[in-house]
């Protein structure tokens, strides 16, 4: 059996780390400006279809608490602008009656929302608190309208109408509808210090996600892409 002055030992040793532990908590709140890059996704073999989405700037929330020296969590909020183009080069796309019409394209304009919830690993370092996190969530692509138009040249024509010339342009009016996708974030940055309770925060967050489906009658892409976000923000800890 133990001393009692052994389990009284263990017992501070015990308090004293967890106490060290309490002293590194850290609950911050933090909101970033960043770019959203995204890559084109490639032209399906089947309907030949591309989707181009426009690069944007956009705004991070982030609620962030570091349980341990190194490991904890964050939940987070962002926006911005999402335009996507799908586009068809080479092959029939849309039909008009008897008409064809390919080199389409169907400019949407939409707002991307997204939430997650990320794990972070970080170490202190003076007044450097480096971290990774990775997480996962769920990206919803809005249509700013209900509508979209869709565009090209009539290439080819059946049953002797008139109306139908080759080599005409061609519009059409698309209905549009919301997008909701499963999203996987990862990502790296560094937390600088500049007082006891204020610094600035850099990262680096990049987004895994299905590509959004904004145009019902336009068969998207569905392929997985990828969204780079390069950000600065300020950081408050509470």
């Known amino acids: 059996m133990q001393p009692k002055w052994m389990r009284m030992a263990f017992f501070l040793i015990g308090m004293a780390t967890l106490g060290g532990a309490a002293a ?4 911050d709140a933090a909101i970033s400006l960043y770019g959203a890059f995204t890559e084109t996704t490639p032209a399906n073999v089947n309907d030949d279809i591309s989707q181009n989405p426009s690069n ?3 705004g991070l929330l982030e609620l962030r ?4 020296p190194w490991f904890g969590y964050e939940g987070t909020y962002s926006y911005n602008r999402a335009n996507q183009t799908y586009s068809s080069a080479s092959g029939p796309y849309v039909t008009c009656g008897v008409c064809t ?28 608190r480096p971290f990774a ?12 309208t209900d509508q979209a138009t869709t565009s090209g040249i009539v290439t080819g024509c059946g049953g002797g109408i008139p109306t139908c010339i080759v080599g005409a342009p061609y519009t059409r009016t698309n209905a549009t509808t919301s997008s909701t996708k499963p999203v996987f974030v990862y990502g790296a940055g560094v937390d600088w210090g500049l007082l006891p309770h204020i610094g600035l925060r850099f990262q680096y967050r990049g987004n895994l996600n299905k590509a959004p489906e904004l145009v019902p009658d336009v068969i998207g892409t569905s392929s997985l892409t990828h969204t780079a976000e390069p950000m600065i923000g300020v950081y408050l800890r509470l």
């Open 101 to 128: 019409a390919i080199t389409s394209w169907t400019p949407v304009s939409a707002n991307a929302h997204e939430v997650t919830g990320d794990w972070v690993a970080s170490l202190k370092i003076r007044n450097l």
């Open 24 to 27: 590194h908590a850290q609950t």
């Open 56 to 58: 944007a700037a956009g």
């Open 65 to 68: 608490h570091i349980a341990k």
């Open 133 to 144: 996190l990775a997480g996962g969530g769920i990206l919803f692509n809005v249509p700013s």
